[in-house]
């Protein structure tokens, strides 16, 4: 297979190496995949507007988010179960992003635990929580997360239930507490993938005390149906007043949710629709992007994610006012195709892509960007 050169590239590479239901549960959304779809898709729709002769030979890509410089606007989201996809895949994220001088957010849903990932690199991991039914579990959950430096939690709110992806139904992923005939077939039929990852048995997910599952399907199956679905505003704002960190409200899709996130204490919100994996049918996130940045109005910091897979999305996303945004699946392939190599090579080509995106825009920098903001795109149908 030739080196990959772009995010579609290190996807095909993820393919070949896993077993085809965990290649399938980074890949898949839920139901038809409509809003999975959509929210690349929509990025296409807006244009961007060539500049010329404006000396952008001074380029700096840096932006602050929640008070911390980073070199880049992008931040690893969480992404459960990474450490199948690699092994210690979150060490792996985690010192990638380091490296490149982003910040990684941790998924609750991790095979490493808080403790080990946060100790693998100098600059602090974000911590991603759910609230569950069982209100001490996730209290023991951000308290250890608080006790290895985590400061930054992001609170993922748009999974009242799980989302229902097809792909993983027809593989039996995480729908039985063991894995089927078919599922052993197909890690067998990856013996690479098998020698790595489960050659001393099935890793299990590593911030939950061994009674929530003796196997990672069984332990998974569990903490999904302990995400309360009675949760209500009320109680994200009794965590807002026992987290003394900073506070990140990821899910937001209309700008009414938005303004009850600031009413609650967020410091941030992440527009995001999961990825395509919750609510299918729902808008690409690049599509009420603005809507909300309007209503915010600077009162907190706006994140993205969803659908990015390429420089000039990102580009796009921080002209209709995002602060910075989140990679999802882009480096997840990355992780599953090369480990920590992989991961650096996605934010590389992301960022390279940013670059010569700027660079050709007529901009030195993501803040000249943010200062143009509607005028960075051509005044075509598309323009928002
Ligand atoms: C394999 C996978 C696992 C995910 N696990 C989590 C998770 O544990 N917690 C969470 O808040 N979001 C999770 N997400 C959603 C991502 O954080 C993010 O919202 C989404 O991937 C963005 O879309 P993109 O992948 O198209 O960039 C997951 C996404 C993927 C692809």
Redesign the pocket.
């Known amino acids: 297979m030739s080196t990959p050169v772009n995010i579609a590239g290190l996807r095909q590479h993820a393919q070949r190496r896993l077993p085809r239901m965990f290649f399938d ?2 890949d898949g959304g839920a139901f038809s995949e409509a809003t ?1 779809r959509c ?2 898709v929509d990025f296409d729709a807006l244009a961007l507007r060539p500049q010329i002769l404006r000396d952008v030979s001074r380029r700096d890509l840096s932006v602050s988010v929640l008070g911390q410089k980073q070199s880049l606007p992008l931040i690893l ?5 990474a450490g199948m996809f690699w092994k210690e895949g979150e060490v792996a994220a985690n010192r990638a992003a380091a490296a490149a001088g982003i910040p990684f957010c941790l ?3 991790s095979i490493c635990p808080v403790k080990r990932v946060s100790a693998s690199a100098e600059r602090p991991v974000w911590f ?1 929580s759910y609230i569950l039914r069982d209100r001490g579990l996730s209290k023991a959950l951000l308290d250890r997360a608080a006790a290895c430096g985590v400061t930054v939690v ?1 609170v ?1 709110v748009d ?1 009242a239930v799980s989302g229902l992806r097809e792909k993983d139904v027809a593989n039996g992923f995480r729908l039985a507490s063991r894995l089927g005939p078919r599922a052993m077939l197909d890690l067998a039929r990856h013996p690479s993938w098998c020698w790595q990852i489960a050659g001393r048995g099935m890793p299990l997910l590593g911030n939950f005390p061994a009674e929530t599952g003796a196997t990672l399907m069984s332990q998974s199956q569990r903490i999904t149906a302990n995400i309360d679905p009675a949760l209500t505003w009320a109680d994200l704002a009794e965590l807002r007043t026992n987290w003394p960190g900073k506070l990140i409200v ?2 937001i899709m209309t700008a009414d949710d938005a303004e009850r996130a600031l009413d609650v204490g967020a410091d941030a919100i ?1 527009v ?1 629709n ?4 919750q609510l299918d049918g729902a808008p690409s996130t690049i599509s009420v992007l603005r809507r909300i940045v309007e209503r915010v109005a600077g009162r907190a910091e706006v994140l993205l ?5 390429r420089g000039s999305q990102v580009v796009k996303a921080l002209a209709l006012g995002a602060d910075a945004v ?5 480096y ?1 392939f990355g992780l599953a195709a090369e480990g920590e190599a992989g991961v650096s090579r996605a934010i590389e080509m992301i960022a390279t892509e940013i670059d010569i995106t700027l660079a050709l825009m007529g901009f030195n920098s993501v803040a000249e960007l943010r200062a143009a903001g509607l005028d960075a795109f051509e005044k075509t149908e598309g323009r928002p």
Do not use: C, W
């Open positions: 549960y980074i999975l929210n690349e989201g969480p992404v459960g179960f998924s609750t849903m991603q992001v993922t999974t990821k899910g992440v995001s999961h990825g395509g994996r994610d969803g659908g990015i897979r989140l990679l999802g699946r882009a997840a």
